[in-house]
């Protein structure tokens, strides 16, 4: 057994999460060490209020475009400047709270399996009854046990798996962790999801617009991907691409098409929508299947954002919804 894999380092990242930072690094102290915060341009002082409870704070150029995977990849840097190049790196969001006993979960999961490069248990919704958002995020984040081709942003991974793959995609803005979990798996690795609380999430979402706008960073997401990885055997994220447009743009084309030439007959078109609602309604329930497929107008936005940029050259920047 690797006799650094009892090390365990942590990685938060974020931007103006005020009251929600402190809670990360506050559940973190003791846990893992050392404690690296890396800040996305905030203004609200979350720097200096980290640095107060111990973490070692990084500043990302304010002149390059953020994301999520350059905030990553600049902490696994520090830990590598510092000489921490073997172990274990807990990343965390800086609008989580890391659940007692995790850490010490995760680890003992990783020193009994060598091939483990990641693992993640259960993100669960802080406060799910402030909306219906939050809620649709809670349903989100409820994946199955056991081996996984993704886990998400919180998660505890081996820093020397993470070397050998070149760690996250710097210019993607969303979807950098399961593109990074595809490299691994390639590369003979495995990730699984364990039956065990990990963090509480704060999503913060109360207005549709924050909730449209994370739908389509998603379908951005799910292009890049397919862009990226979708000609391999793997045809990664495919399915999303396809789906989003179908309901998201297709089928809308279709009807205005059919208005112009068919008139009110026209609308039978839109009878698919509440037909499909009503389908999924029986598995996931009446508001989920119904945000579910509102999804696609705005996941085939951002689809068809990400593929209009390629063609012009233009990348997008940071999609944010709080």
């Known amino acids: 057994m690797n006799k650094h894999v ?41 720097a200096e209020n980290a640095t107060k409870l111990g973490a070692k704070v990084v500043m990302l150029d304010t002149t390059i475009p953020f994301t999520a995977a350059r905030a990553r990849n600049a902490g696994l840097r520090h830990l590598t400047d510092s000489g921490l190049d073997q172990g274990l790196v807990q990343f965390v969001d800086g609008d989580c709270e890391v659940e007692p006993g995790w850490i010490d979960i995760a680890r003992d999961a990783l020193a009994s399996d060598p091939q483990l490069a990641i693992v993640a248990g259960r993100r669960r919704e802080r406060f799910p009854e402030a909306s219906v958002y939050n809620r649709l995020c809670d349903a989100e984040w409820d994946t199955p046990i056991g081996p996984a081709e993704a886990v998400g942003g919180d998660m505890m991974a081996r820093l020397d798996a993470l070397a050998a793959i070149g760690g996250f995609r710097d210019d993607m803005i969303a979807g950098e962790e399961p593109e990074m979990c595809l490299r691994l798996a390639r590369a003979g690795w495995r990730i699984a999801r364990l039956d065990a609380p990990m963090t509480l999430h704060d999503a913060d979402i109360h207005r549709f617009g924050q909730w449209w706008r994370r739908a389509r960073r998603a379908g951005h997401a799910f292009a890049e991907g397919n862009w990226l990885h979708g000609s391999k055997t793997e045809a990664f994220w495919q399915h999303e691409v396809r789906r989003a447009i179908l309901w998201g743009a297709v089928i809308p084309l279709i009807f205005l098409v059919a208005a112009i030439f068919q008139g009110a007959w026209a609308l039978l078109i839109l009878l698919v929508y509440p037909f499909q609602i009503a389908r999924l309604a029986g598995r996931l329930g009446w508001s989920r299947s119904l945000f579910l497929t509102l999804a696609k107008f705005p996941e085939a936005q951002g689809i068809i954002e990400f593929y209009l940029r390629q063609l012009i050259g233009r990348k997008r920047r940071l999609i944010e919804y709080k």
């Open 6 to 46: 009892h090390s365990v380092a942590a990685v938060v990242i974020g931007r103006n999460e005020g009251e929600r930072l402190t809670r990360c690094l506050t559940s973190l102290r003791g846990r893992a060490d050392p404690i690296i915060y890396v800040d996305s341009g905030s203004t609200d002082g979350s």
